[in-house]
């Protein structure tokens, strides 16, 4: 886990919260569950886009040192250019480690941290959704940011303002420095209509009313077999990713105003 943090002090040039990392790893220790497959397997699952077999292989830290392990992989893959759904669970880890060893500094608060890569994540969300041929997709990828995040957010409002206009400022040189490594995010184009409409047309509808649930019907749908989502040329996206850019400072303090 130190290394992981000592990796994004490095990418931010000079401002990171750090907590105490002996801290943390008893706070991840106390949080892990069960085993975690190598860092070997983990790459293997995100280089086949097998977003749910990585979410669930990484819920699976049974002791501190494997938590802390958890933490430099996302770390390590967020500064080579991964993706939304690293953002999603390295945000909510950093948070979960911050609630266990809370500061009352901001500047070593990893709760502050958490923050900054929710604004982080919602910056690529917005600019490498522009890729998205469904726009459906990244719009319901922020959707699900915000809600699951609610509580990072909320917390980051109540800070100083100057801690929040250096979060702020972070979030965007991230976004800046990990821009030529990012490559067409899968994850960030599925669970949107056309997936929807694919899984329909395929017969990926399952019924998932629980027993007793009323006279209403719940199904879920799934992509079928072989779905990818499509992509749009450069010439189509890398406008929008300009509008996007340009916006997103003002975009990212109206969300902890």
Known sequence: MRKALLVGLALVAGWMPLGNPAAVDRAAAETASAGMPSDERLDA??????????????AHARS??????????????????????????YSRDLWSAGQQVKSSDPMSDLRVTAGLFTLYTFALIAIDGAKCEDRSAPSHRADQLLETNRPILQFLRAQPAKVKAKVVDLALTIERKTAPLRKDDDFLCRDGLDQILAGLEGGQVKDVTPPGGGSGKSYEVSAPPGYAPKFLPPSAYVPEQFKAREAMRANLQKLID
Do not use: I, M
């Not at 494997?66 to 933490?71: H, I, P, Q």
């Open 45 to 58: 699952l995100l280089a086949a886009h097998d977003w749910t077999g990585l979410a669930n292989a990484l």
């Open 64 to 89: 501190g040192d494997e938590a802390g392990r958890r933490l430099d992989w996302l770390s390590a893959k967020l500064v080579a250019g991964g993706g939304a759904l690293l953002g999603f669970l």
